[in-house]
């Protein structure tokens, strides 16, 4: 007879496996990728370093990343099949919803290229499948997205980075050396986060042997809920509700009197300040703070997340002792995003547009272990067997 063993709700603190990706240290405000700091990475690193660094297992060398950039640049354009029907997607629906638009356009792409299983593609055509999913994601969001405000996708540009092609993608213009670095900070810093929600179920996914892009869209699917990637925005409309500095008390009184939770603050791990909402904060108080975007209603946006931030964290603290709750990455992430001119329902695509690399990176250390995830759960039910009548 099997041992079953209880476990903790949501599996927190359960160890279900060994990684050489990265992890978090919640207690430490510390997170990595590799060996590395993520927020070094991230200060002094391209996007195109660090998704190497995470499917290579090293940094690349000048001449590797020359390699790497080049073979990434012909991955980027849509293929004719997919590029067909996204008028369709993007037109679905009363509201525009780019992540099941981005599930249902790779669905199609896994088919169209004859993705194989996991199980049965050998290592090398595993992470060529990977790379190609990684690689025309951000074409077909913003792709989506233009397409759903009535104008012509662009074609991605060889002569720019992963993270400048992304905003010229979805703006239309090509951004400033400020912008462009802005988002490429915020891109490295999301690529990867440990064995969040959607990580775990495209491992999940992956350990069936399943193709690539299977477990990619499962992953995708976890990750458009408002309590993981989906909130970004939402943390955005938070500063809008409260509008000036003396609503803010009144404003997180009301939301946790209503049990109501208050977007952008408290994190699953971090028992400390989200030492990527940390980054992105002096990213928004720096250079970004000067662009003409930064002035919302006549007023400066920075500025007001930056009092917004402080004053929800000591009201909290007074209404919920102990329980250590700080701004998380989302919450800059949206001022961050706002000022480089990026519309806010493209905002969780852009956290998509790194996190498919921390996937794929995942699904590759995954797809080498033989054993199927297979948990088990506790009955709690009407004792069987009852009489069927």
Known sequence: MSTTINVPPGLRNVVVTETTLGDVRGDEGFYHYRQYSAVDLAKSKTLEDVWFLLFEGHLPTGA??????????????????????????????????????????????????????????????????????????????????????????????????????????????????????AIEHYLIATVDHGFNASTFTARVITSTGADLVSAVAGAIGAFSGPLHGGAPDRALASLDEIGTPDRIDAWVRAKVEAGDRIMGFGHAVYRTEDPRSLMLRDIARGPLSQSPLNQNDGGDLVDFATTVEQRIVDVLAELKPGRNLYANVEFYAGVVMEICGIPRAMFTPTFAVSRVIGWSANILEQAADPKIIRPSAQYVGPPPPAPVE
């Open 64 to 181: 590797e990343r020359d390699r790497f950039i080049a073979d990434l640049a012909p991955l980027r354009v849509l293929p004719d099949e997919v590029r067909a029907v996204l008028p369709a997607i993007a037109a679905a629906g009363p509201t525009f919803n780019p992540l099941a638009g981005l599930r249902t356009a790779l669905s199609l792409l896994a088919a169209s290229k004859n993705l194989p299983p996991l199980w049965d593609a050998d290592p090398a055509r595993r992470k060529a499948d990977a790379m190609l999913v990684c690689a025309v994601t951000p074409t077909i969001l913003a792709a989506l997205h233009r397409l759903r405000e009535g104008q012509e996708p662009l074609e991605p540009r060889a002569d720019l980075t992963a993270a400048a092609n992304w905003l010229y993608l979805v703006t239309g213009k090509v951004p400033t050396a400020v912008e462009a670095s």
